[in-house]
């Protein structure tokens, strides 16, 4: 049976604590230093599952866009693996011989860019450094920052809602515990922001828990969220609600779906399937394939994205949890064996922490600017 699940506004008369947590909220998205003393959003456990109501009209957001680069991408990869390793490198002002892109190299490999990747970025570097282009190791920093910026750019493409796929769907997959619930409860607060009416699928029907989690994302952001319980069909629960959004005329629907390993046939054979159902009411549905990629992953990231992508054809990358101690090199192995743009990176649990994936942000949050540095 269908459910709709939404907040109710806060009304000041009613409610007037409600207003001011809104206010509160409002101000606090222009201070960084509040920003960064808010505590972490994410719904870890079950929440009570809030009383359903009849579907009504979304209404315009009531919050304010999150504030752009507060805290900026540095600041949150500074543990990075790869921050780390070229960090120690560089302030020790080498030499510039062949002794520094053998220590380039390992800090590569260290930090997850993988053989390929490495092989190809430091072949680059050796020919230019016996062609004699570089003055000095600064040269040569500065020629490595360019080339994994241009390494990164032709996947750097922003998700963009093509407004004559009414609704524009989203199908959010990826292995176990990556962050899939978490950047949909935050892509559901930026389509908010952006003034784009939307609702969410609860695929994830393998635990209880996990429906409840994306109705406690909808909660906090006002938005229905279709869901049929635990043990449904999540294909019925795909077409359900494809059906709800288009009925209600929503500009984007973003279906959960359960974590699962790439490695069990089955499981990825049902994501064809929810597939094949949501193109059954629209063919050209799903419209975007995003699959979360937690950036801790490390190599196996790469088989990980060859199974899902062979599977239901991925069309968009997120690589999560970049914050903390991810090793971030991963993006680039990504980036050079697939070319399947990447659309956002998460760098924390905050809504404001998925950004918009820019590879020059990205690179030089990761590398030092400059020798000694
Ligand atoms: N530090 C950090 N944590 C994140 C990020 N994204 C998600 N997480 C955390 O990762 C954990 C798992 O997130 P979920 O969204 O539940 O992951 P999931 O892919 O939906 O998990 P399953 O549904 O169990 O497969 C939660 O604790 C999130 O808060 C991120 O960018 N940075
Ligand atoms: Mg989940």
Do not use: C, Y
């Not at 947590?21 to 870890?44: G, I, K, R, W």
């Amino acid at each position: 049976m269908l459910k709709f699940f939404r907040r109710k506004k806060p009304d000041p008369a009613a409610a007037p604590e409600a207003v001011a947590e809104a206010t509160d909220t409002a101000a606090a998205a222009d201070t960084a230093s509040v920003v960064a003393e808010a505590p972490a959003v994410a719904p870890e456990v079950a929440a009570p599952a809030p009383e359903p109501a009849p579907p009504v009209e979304l209404e315009p957001p009531t919050l304010p866009a999150a504030a752009p680069g507060k805290p900026g991408w540095r600041e949150r990869l500074r543990g990075s693996g790869f921050a780390r390793s070229f960090g120690g490198l560089f302030a020790r002002n080498p030499k510039l011989d062949d002794d520094l892109l053998d220590e380039i190299e390992t800090a590569l490999l260290t930090a997850d860019v993988g053989v390929a990747a490495t092989t190809q970025l430091v072949e680059q570097l050796r020919r230019r450094m016996k062609a004699r282009e570089f003055a000095d190791a600064n040269a040569l920093l500065a020629a490595l920052r360019a080339d994994l910026v241009a390494l990164l750019q032709p996947v750097a493409q922003p998700l963009a809602i093509d407004a004559s796929a009414r609704p524009f769907v989203i199908l959010t997959v990826g292995v176990n515990g990556v962050g899939k619930t978490t950047t949909i409860g935050k892509l559901a607060r930026r389509f908010r922001d952006e003034g784009r009416s939307l609702m969410l699928a609860a695929g994830d029907t393998f635990r209880a828990a996990a429906v409840a989690q994306l109705q406690a994302w909808g909660e906090r952001n006002g938005v229905a969220v279709i869901a049929q319980g635990q043990d449904a069909d999540p294909a019925s629960v795909a077409f359900d609600a494809l059906q709800a959004a288009k009925s209600r005329g929503v500009e984007v629907l973003v279906a959960d779906t359960a974590g699962r390993l790439h490695t069990q046939q089955g499981l990825m054979a049902e994501l064809g399937k929810i597939r094949r159902v949501l193109g059954k009411l629209d063919p050209s549905a799903p419209h975007e394939v995003l699959m979360v990629i937690d950036g801790t992953t490390g190599q196996n990231a790469l088989s990980q994205l060859r199974q899902f992508h062979a599977a239901v054809n991925v069309t968009g990358l997120v690589v999560t949890k970049l914050d903390g101690t991810a090793k971030g090199g991963v993006v680039f192995a990504l980036a050079r064996e697939f070319g399947i743009p990447i659309r956002f990176a998460g760098i924390g649990e905050r809504p404001e922490d998925l950004r918009v994936f820019d590879a020059q942000a990205f690179v030089d949050a990761l590398l030092p600017e400059a020798l000694g540095g």
